[in-house]
């Protein structure tokens, strides 16, 4: 009883954590799309630190086309965090 107790809150849990509708994406303008999601995730790390200190600076951009500026987005992220940037150096010949 305790274990269904706790999937069901788990799954209350996550589901609360669900993202919703882009209801800006349908208006008018130019809207962000896969070249600037991958900007976008590039400078995220440094966007995230000044959205926590001014409303001015928002760390995604709301106002995109969906499914192309979120792949670049997440690209971006990759390759800033782990791919590209700062990602490790393999030392060839080293061992322990």
């Known amino acids: 009883m305790k274990l269904l107790l706790a999937l069901l809150l788990?799954?209350?849990?996550?589901?609360?954590?669900?993202?919703?509708?882009?209801?800006v994406e349908k208006l008018p303008g130019e809207k962000a799309g896969f070249w600037k999601g991958i900007w976008h995730g590039l400078i995220s790390p440094i966007t995230f630190?000044?959205?926590?200190?001014?409303r001015?600076?928002?760390?995604?951009?709301?106002?995109?086309?969906?499914?192309w500026y979120n792949f670049g987005f997440v690209l971006g992220?990759?390759?800033f965090l782990s791919g590209g940037i700062l990602g490790r150096k393999k030392v060839k010949g080293k061992c322990c």
């Open 10 to 23: 788990l799954t209350v849990l996550f589901a609360g954590c669900a993202p919703g509708p882009n209801f």
């Open 49 to 54: 630190i000044i959205s926590l200190f001014t």
């Open 56 to 67: 001015e600076v928002r760390f995604y951009e709301i106002h995109n086309n969906g499914n």
């Open 77 to 79: 992220a990759g390759l």
